[in-house]
């Protein structure tokens, strides 16, 4: 153990974080091919706030050659040296939902072109059962030249990193561990052991590993879209969702999910990997892309639902001015990939409404990049025929809405996190 330097392929809201934790116990190369990403976390800041300054500034060293602490690079030569690969580049899908390995690909020819005789790759990104080992393992094979299981080894760890979560960091959250070989498994295991307090559980094989963890998004994207069909159900008896839930939720053994947006990096796009790998052998998986059509209808559901009660208010539709809440995937988050905030903001613009986005949390820049959409970090001075809480960021909750809205304005939330009576819930 004492011989390893780990290099982590990826510094976003999993590699980071993971880099970080390794990094008070060895030799750490943080890469990743954002050069202004690596030149922001070498100055001692974290733009994704996954990793606070004083933490990441205790772990930081400026040359990759000392034997403790945590140097980044987007230079493939400061690699050369590490003996652990660990990769955790995003596994998004396409504008089809199918998934996207490219960078997987990417970095696992980053790592091969560096790979030595004995070396580990072990991967974290999300993937279907059987995509590091198909998909992975012979990119690693042909740019290196090496032999699978008899030079290199492979393992498979799956992140569970949740975003903007302060209290269950990586080092708090139990890790699932495998490895090519049993032998292989025993040393990944021993590896994530020596930092994770939380503990590990070594699965049998790495198939078993990417199961694991493509279904308990899938587990939750179904509960929800369970949740989501009531709320539907339920508002057309005029039955107030929320209370139904929490009334329900007094039983010991049910399961406590709330209807909304599913968005994000994970529960909005894992059960496609594991829908398409069903395909592959011939069977249509009914129940998970039912519940993946109904949550990907939930933007467009909310926004029909503030245009309905616009009407009954008699308030004018056509050029009408509706502040909205939240961009972020989640809230207390800057994190904004494969946010559902865009869905309702889109199919309020085809009814010709103007919308505002007020998001504290969210960079204007990245949300302008990658949704064309322009956003307001600092509260308006104007008011509004409508408010839409998409996001239930803390700041909102020091807000008196009723400041912001025009007579017979309504406000309607989507995360049910209002208290004021007479407010439109999904």
């Known amino acids: 153990m004492k011989n390893i330097k780990i290099a982590i392929i990826g510094l976003g809201y999993v590699g980071l974080p993971l880099a970080r934790l390794f990094a008070t116990k060895y030799s750490v190369v943080g890469f990743d091919i954002n050069k202004q990403r690596v030149n922001d976390l070498n100055t001692g800041h974290d733009a994704t706030l996954e990793v606070d300054d004083k933490t990441l500034n205790a772990v930081l060293k400026k040359s990759s050659e000392s034997e403790l602490g945590l140097y980044c690079s987007y230079s493939i030569e400061d690699l050369k040296d590490c003996n652990y690969y660990i990769v955790t580049v995003p596994t998004p899908v396409d504008k089809n939902n199918r998934p996207d390995l490219t960078p997987l690909y990417k970095s696992s020819e980053t790592v091969a072109s560096v790979l030595k005789k004995g070396d580990i790759v072990i991967y974290e990104s999300t993937v279907y059962p059987g995509a590091t080992e198909e998909e992975c393992i012979p990119v690693l094979e042909k740019v290196s030249g090496l032999k699978f299981n008899t030079d290199f080894f492979a393992g498979y760890s799956p992140e569970r990193i949740n975003p903007g979560d302060k209290e269950h960091t990586v080092e708090k959250i139990l890790k699932v561990t495998s490895g090519s070989t049993p032998e292989i498994g025993v040393k990944v295991d021993d590896l994530y052991k020596s930092v994770i307090t939380a503990g590990t559980h070594l699965a049998p094989t790495i198939k078993v590993a990417e199961a694991a963890k493509v279904i308990e998004n899938s587990q939750r994207d179904i509960n929800i879209a369970f949740v989501n069909e009531l709320a539907k159900i339920f508002n057309l008896m005029n039955i107030d969702t929320h209370a139904v839930l929490e009334a329900a939720g007094t039983k010991w053994n049910f399961l406590p999910f ?131 809480l998409t996001v239930a960021h803390k700041e909102y909750e020091e807000l008196d809405l009723n400041n912001y809205l025009e007579t017979n304005g309504v406000i309607y939330d989507v995360k049910g996190v209002l208290k004021s009576k007479g407010i439109a819930r999904l």
């Open 258 to 388: 709330k209807p909304g947006l599913v968005g994000g990096h994970c529960i909005g796009v894992d059960p496609y990997y594991l829908a398409q790998k069903a395909q592959e052998y011939g069977y249509h998986p009914e129940i998970i892309l039912a519940g993946r059509r109904l949550n990907d209808s939930m933007g467009g559901y909310v926004a029909s639902e503030v245009i309905k009660l616009m009407l009954k208010n008699d308030l004018k539709i056509k050029n009408a001015k509706i502040l909205v809440l939240g961009i972020t995937f989640k809230e207390n988050c800057p994190d904004v990939r494969n946010t559902k905030a865009v869905d309702v903001i889109s199919n309020l613009k085809e009814y010709g409404i103007e919308t505002t986005v007020y998001d504290p949390w969210a960079s204007p820049e990245e949300v302008l990049h990658e949704y064309n959409l322009n956003t307001i970090k600092d509260i308006p001075s104007e008011k509004y025929s409508a408010i839409v």
